[in-house]
């Protein structure tokens, strides 16, 4: 027993998960060497405040790791409300950049409320599916009804890639709590029906006997069932001319298209992606090597600590690089689907879905715009993209996750 404690002490990071801390910490370190060499040329240092941050997003993670999620429930509807009303803070007095009004100005510190609204969302929406499991279509009212709010008001800042997230975040945990397949592409079904309406009218008949169908073999109540699906999807087909003239902006439009043929505005909207795609494919199979890539130094593409620090990656690292960053977040969203496995209640496995479901989909539409298969969305790339705020929540999110995982381990149950 004294020899157990001993060596407890004597290392005290010997009960961490390599996979769930390591790659987190390792992708910080290796972004902050990417950053500096995307402002070689420039008088900024950003990669030190990559590195501090990251720093102190980890110390915050560890302290969460040790406190059970449980003791966190009372204060679930308090956080949510407080996000909310950051959330308005910003619609009426908030700092405008880049075309969108997203921060907040405190003390003269940018903060911006949008990122851990993410969070608080995820958190709220575990209580309520943990305490109201999804039995009838009317329980997704009240999941459907907090994810909502800070959607809209995400969306009307305007802040299109991180309302996105949103959506994910809501069909992943509501899968996980038991909502059927169909049901799921039923929720889904207006976003598609935009999407034809806009690109492929002819194409919606067949469609719309698709969703009667899987309605009306679905649904409780069948023939009001298929006719409330049918109704909003009908009115879905007739606003999306009405939102993309008016609900979007210019520059929101083309970030939307121009992915499929950047060369139509290789001057404007269409330059990042080119110059982009243009980056990754000079760093053929290996690289050319950290600070050694020639359109990074040169700030060819915009942005590229950011958004863009993809770019950066295949340009410096090549295909081997990138190919082991997709291989970290693999094996980092493994670690959370065994974490969420073994939870010790439905709450928590709830709460590291929804933290899955935040990064992943954050690292599938970011990388996907970078090579082009993607629109631009202004989503940053987890522990890649330089900001602060998105930082913390990435880090806070593992913590949160860990937390999970201790309680699980100290009940004695293992990893499957």
Known sequence: MKLGVKASRKWPWRNIDPLLWGIPIAMTILA????????????????????????IGLAIAAL??????????PLLLPIYLLTLTSLFGVKLMGTSALGAQRWISIAGLHVQPSEFAKLAAILLLAGILAKHPIERPVDLIRPLAVISLPWALVFLQPDLGTSLVYGAIVLAMLFWAGLPLPWLLLLL???????????????LLPWFGLLALMSWRSLPWKRIGSAIALTLNSIFA????????????????????????????????????????????????????????NLTKLQFIPEQ???????????ELGFIG???????YGLFSWKLLQVAGIAGNDFESLVVIGILSMVMFQVVINISMTIGLGPVTGIPLPWMSYGRFAMFVNFISVGLVASVQRRAKKSGLKLR
């Open 238 to 293: 007739l606003l999306t001319p009405f939102l993309w003239t008016h609900g979007l902006k210019d520059y929101q439009k083309d970030r939307l298209i121009l992915f499929l043929d950047p060369s139509k505005d290789p001057l404007g909207g269409g330059y990042h992606l080119i110059q982009s795609q243009i980056g990754i494919g000079s760093g053929q199979l290996f690289g050319t090597g950290l600070m050694q890539g």
């Open 64 to 73: 969460l790791a040790k406190i059970d999620l449980d003791k966190l429930k």
């Open 305 to 315: 600590h950011t958004d863009f620090i993809f770019s950066a990656l295949g340009e």
């Open 32 to 55: 902050g060497l990417l950053i500096a060499s995307t402002q070689r040329e420039a008088p900024l240092a950003d990669w030190k405040n990559h590195w501090i941050t990251g720093a």
């Open 189 to 203: 079904s207006p976003l598609a029906t935009a999407i034809i309406a806009g690109a492929f009218p002819i194409a």
């Open 322 to 328: 990138a190919l082991l960053l997709l291989l970290a």
